[in-house]
Nanobody, 114 residues
């Protein structure tokens, strides 16, 4: 089991940028699934961008705006979010997984004002 802690959320105006970080308590290089999900108020949690076995899967709504970075040396996963929209407002959680077993962070709030 690995402990994940997200940071970097906050309030930003539409069109702005944020970089989220997810620090793991141990090595993340052993996981075959690494990524970010989000949940807006009253909505189900949705995939934002996830790397599975080296293949990146990204939600259509964030393509061209959000990028995932993995720093194995720092055991940290980043989510660079550009051109933010009010519709991006949500709690963002990171996830790592291996052989069907996932670990999740507690989430960080991102609020985009219009």
């Amino acid at each position: 089991q690995v402990h994940l802690v997200e940071s970097g959320g906050g309030l930003v105006q539409a069109g702005g940028s944020l970089r989220l970080s997810c620090a793991a308590s141990g090595s993340i290089s052993r996981f075959n699934v690494v990524g970010w999900h989000r949940q807006a108020p009253g909505k189900l949690r949705e995939l934002v961008v996830v790397i599975t076995n080296g293949v990146t899967n990204c939600a259509d709504s964030v393509k061209g705006r959000f990028t995932i970075f993995v720093d194995n040396a720092k055991n940290t996963v980043y989510l660079q979010m550009n051109s933010l929209k009010p519709a991006d407002t949500a709690v963002y959680s990171c996830r790592v997984g291996r052989f069907g077993t996932d670990s999740w962070g507690q989430g960080t709030q991102v609020t985009v004002s219009s």
